[in-house]
């Protein structure tokens, strides 16, 4: 593995380990017997709020000042947000904190993916880094459980140490080598040229720019198959949300915390193969990203009787699906801005999922929440997936 790829695939696996270490221990972070089920909700989707909002204004940064830049300030807020959660008790600072921690993730990703489009083993890569992706998610959820009985955060406090390791790295003469020669020119959402110099000035400015990216938000997502990529990711997650948050409280009384942790962690090593196998494939991304639909919903409907293999096809599905996805994206554009508006449509699902979820589990229970939500998946069968002029 060359520096480059070192210093961006270690810093994600920091990245995703520290924002899923939490998870096992939602409970106990909440309050344990003194929280409830609104606290967990909110420590954990803090975090993907807080990602949702960065997301687009960051990968707009991106495309201004450099990839590099916003990574490196990605990871500083990961690993100072990381240390907050590792020796703070208040559950309003965790959130606050996770809700950072979010915000550093949407400054890491759209960068990320603006450099791995423009990688001549753009796809081989994007592959790589979503089984790295993956690998830390399942790091960061299966050594919360297993470490738990050494004390409730020490998972959190081993991630952040590597978070600020991988910010050294970022910092070093390896992160240089992040801000590649485009192999190509890609389609963006630019703006028109115009002759009139008062224009052009006024075009320069940032409130313009802004003011442009929100017509163009506009129209791509309602006028563009590229709505129909965002719908998709936000409903997939968003349902694999639901579940993800919600299960600690749901198995509390059949599954250990290192059981619990072993599930889940499932998830991510299924989705670190599946990535990897749909990064080398040549199938059309339509047939991609259904394939893992179909994967994800059977995992939620056996979410209530097998948690190992219903979190081992939730990953499979969602792995298979973000290549299929992501393809397409970068199909349409590759810029910082394009790849942070997709990414909003997987951190809108599951930073509300599990929030609007939790409204209904009240008055319906866990099971029929999670068998609901399996069947909303399935609605993305009734969208004409057409992705075949992208291909």
Same mark, same amino acid.
């Given at each position: 593995?060359?520096?480059? @790829?070192?210093?961006?695939? +270690? ?5 995703? =380990? ?17 929280? +409830? ?28 000042? =450099? ?22 008790? +208040?559950?309003?600072?965790? =959130? ?90 890609? @389609? @963006? ?6 002759? $009139?110099?008062?224009? @052009? ?18 129209? $791509?997502?309602f006028k563009t198959d590229f709505g129909k990529i965002w719908g998709t990711s936000v409903l997939l997650y968003g349902t694999t949300g639901l579940l993800t948050a919600n299960y600690p409280d749901y198995s509390a009384d059949f599954l250990t915390k290192p059981e619990l942790g072993l599930a889940i962690s499932a998830s991510y090593l299924a989705a670190m193969l599946s990535s990897l196998i749909a990064g080398k494939t040549s199938i059309n991304s339509r047939n991609i ?13 056996? $979410? ?35 790849? =942070? ?51």
């Amino acid at each position: 593995m060359n520096l480059k @790829k070192l210093a961006l695939y +270690s810093s994600v696996f920091a990245l995703q =380990g520290l924002s899923n270490a939490v998870i096992p221990v939602l409970p106990e972070l909440a309050g344990g017997d003194s929280g +409830s089920s609104a606290i967990s909700s909110l420590i954990f989707s803090g975090y993907f709020i807080g990602a949702f909002l960065a997301l687009v204004p960051l990968g707009i940064l991106a495309d201004r000042i =450099g990839n590099l830049k916003v990574i490196r300030f990605g990871m500083l807020l990961t690993a100072f947000s990381g240390i907050f959660i590792g020796f703070s008790d +208040s559950p309003w600072i965790l =959130g606050v904190a996770r809700f950072l921690e979010g915000a550093g993730c949407g400054a890491f990703f759209p960068a990320a993916f603006s450099i791995l489009a423009e990688w001549e083993d753009g796809k081989q890569s994007l592959g790589e880094f979503n089984f790295l992706l993956n690998a830390g998610l399942a790091a960061g959820v299966f050594f919360s459980g297993v470490l738990a009985k050494f004390g409730i955060k020490t998972a959190i406090i081993s991630f952040t140490f590597l978070a600020v390791l991988s910010c050294i790295l970022l910092l070093s003469e390896a992160g240089k080598l992040l801000s590649p020669v485009r192999k190509k020119k890609t @389609k @963006k959402f630019v703006l028109r040229e115009c002759k $009139s110099p008062v224009r @052009k000035q006024q075009e320069g400015s940032l409130l313009f720019e802004l003011k442009s990216y929100l017509e163009k938000t506009r129209n $791509s997502l309602f006028k563009t198959d590229f709505g129909k990529i965002w719908g998709t990711s936000v409903l997939l997650y968003g349902t694999t949300g639901l579940l993800t948050a919600n299960y600690p409280d749901y198995s509390a009384d059949f599954l250990t915390k290192p059981e619990l942790g072993l599930a889940i962690s499932a998830s991510y090593l299924a989705a670190m193969l599946s990535s990897l196998i749909a990064g080398k494939t040549s199938i059309n991304s339509r047939n991609i990203v259904r394939t893992g639909i179909i994967l994800a919903a059977a995992g939620i409907f056996l $979410s209530v009787k097998l948690p190992l293999l219903a979190f081992f096809l939730i990953g499979a599905g969602g792995g298979t699906a973000i290549v299929g996805l992501i393809t397409a994206v970068s199909k349409i554009s590759s810029s910082g801005f394009a790849m =942070g508006l997709f990414n909003t449509g997987i951190y809108a699902g599951l930073g509300l999922g599990p929030v609007l979820g939790s409204f209904f589990l009240e008055p319906l229970g866990y099971e029929t929440v999670f068998l609901g939500s399996a069947f909303m998946l399935l609605a993305v069968f009734f969208i004409k997936l057409d992705f075949a002029k992208l291909e």
